[in-house]
């Protein structure tokens, strides 16, 4: 008669290979959680100013004003941009919506001065009332501005990571 053997882990094994499973996972999920905020962080930056930028080349085509307005006055819930049809930089029920983007969880949107509510770019693709600012992309608690959106009186829009000579979240 010939022996038969059987092979597999032992439950010791199989306890020893899980408990390195979860270690390693435990060390991941921090840093995984990290990554999550940095790249919706990067997409809120990227979109805000790609918007940015349709608004003006709509301004231009249209030769009309566009305006780029914050959601309930406050950028980090989103924004909508809309052909100004009355010129009076608001919102108006007539006036066609042509892009709108809503916030992301625990990104925190910032506007210095005059770009604090509303970017608006005229017929010729320059701001209106030579609102120039800078927008800045932040972590919803931390101080530290990863990303901002800088907006020129020409209307060049430049999406910048480093050399921040202010830190407007704090």
């Known amino acids: 008669m010939t022996e038969v053997r059987q092979t597999g882990l032992?439950?010791?094994?199989?306890?020893?290979?899980?408990?390195?499973?979860?270690?390693?996972?435990t060390l991941a999920?921090?840093?995984?959680?990290?990554?999550?905020?940095?790249?919706?962080?990067?997409?809120?930056?990227?979109?805000?100013?790609?918007?940015?930028?349709l608004a003006r080349v709509e301004a231009i085509l249209r030769s009309q004003p566009v305006i780029v307005q914050a959601q309930e006055g406050n950028w980090s819930r989103g924004w909508h941009v809309f052909v100004d049809i009355n010129r009076n930089q608001l919102r108006d029920d007539d006036e066609p919506i042509l892009a709108e983007r809503g916030g992301q969880q625990n990104v925190r949107v910032v506007g210095n001065g005059r770009v604090a509510m509303r970017i608006g770019f005229d017929n010729t693709g320059r701001l209106l009332n030579n609102a120039n600012g800078t927008l800045a992309v932040c972590l919803k608690d931390s101080p530290a501005s990863h990303y901002q959106i800088a907006v020129a009186v020409t209307g060049r829009v430049t999406l910048r990571s480093s050399g921040f000579t202010t830190e407007p979240c704090s």
């Not at 032992?10 to 996972?25: H, K, P, R």
């Not at 990554?35 to 990227?46: F, G, H, I, K, Y």
């Open 10 to 25: 032992t439950l010791i094994e199989l306890l020893v290979g899980l408990t390195l499973i979860s270690v390693v996972a």
């Open 29 to 53: 999920i921090p840093a995984y959680a990290a990554l999550v905020e940095s790249q919706r962080r990067q997409d809120t930056a990227q979109q805000l100013a790609s918007s940015l930028r």
